[in-house]
T-cell receptor, first 111, second 113 residues
Framework: EDKVVQSPLSLVVHEGDTVTLNCSYE??????LLWYKQEKKAPTFLFML????IEKKSGRLSSILDKKELFSILNITATQTGDSAIYLC???????????FGTGTRLTIIP | DGGITQSPKYLFRKEGQNVTLSCEQN?????MYWYRQDPGQGLRLIYY???????QKGDIAEGYSVSREKKESFPLTVTSAQKNPTAFYLC????????????FGPGTRLLVL
């Protein structure tokens, strides 16, 4: 059974801090790993990672995948209150289009 | 505007009642998905469909049913057999194959009276 574990489950930091969110996985026929941000309702797509060691970056957010150790991290630098959200990690395998999600990390940024 | 719409935003179900959640997309996506989100449990896949007139069970299909008669539409029925239906339901869609990601609708919150 495919499995995705995210840590920590919740995190509270002050504005301006840097945070690292973790996602580890056990998936047969790994294809890609995706990060989503969920503020209130619909999760919005952040990154898709398929290759090890290649950092994807968007503004203050970045993410990297390690296919040997089966994990990914999502970094957010100089955090702002607008970064408060649930961050979801999901993996997809070859053979079908299903995503298996982790439980998410709830990030709260205190002004 | 291209996107995924879900209705209603909130839905109340009486015991023993079947209710249907609507999901429509105009993104010309082949595949559509239904997820359930409970606090502390992330998203769990209920059903998914990769082409019209075909669908597969996800991880928690019991007590739910779907249909895919049109490419744009993938309604989910929560039947009376689903004993704990209170949750946030999210619909998503994507192209089939390739490296396309899934895009989500705004969700429907189902509450049991």
């Amino acid at each position: 059974e495919d499995k995705v574990v995210q840590s920590p489950l919740s995190l509270v930091v002050h504005e301006g801090d840097t945070v690292t969110l973790n996602c580890s996985y056990e998936v047969t026929n790994f294809r890609s790993l995706l990060w989503y941000k969920q503020e209130k309702k619909a999760p919005t797509f952040l990154f898709m990672l398929t290759s090890s060691g290649i950092e994807k970056k968007s503004g203050r957010l970045s993410s990297i995948l390690d296919k040997k150790e089966l994990f990914s991290i999502l970094n957010i630098t100089a955090t702002q209150t607008g970064d408060s959200a649930i961050y979801l990690c999901a993996v997809r395998n070859f053979g079908n289009e299903k995503l298996t999600f982790g439980t998410g990390t709830r990030l709260t940024i205190i002004p | 505007d291209g996107g995924i719409t879900q209705s209603p935003k909130y839905l109340f179900r009486k015991e023993g009642q079947n209710v249907t959640l609507s999901c429509e997309q105009n993104l010309n996506h082949d595949a559509m998905y239904w997820y359930r989100q409970d606090p502390g449990q992330g998203l769990r896949l209920i059903y998914y469909s990769q082409i019209v007139n075909d669908f597969q069970k996800g991880d928690i299909a019991e007590g739910y049913s779907v249909s895919r008669e049109k490419k744009e539409s993938f309604p989910l029925t929560v039947t009376s057999a689903q004993k704990n239906p209170t949750a946030f339901y999210l619909c998503a869609s994507s192209y089939f194959g390739g490296e396309e990601t899934q895009y989500f609708g705004p969700g429907t919150r189902l509450l049991v009276l």
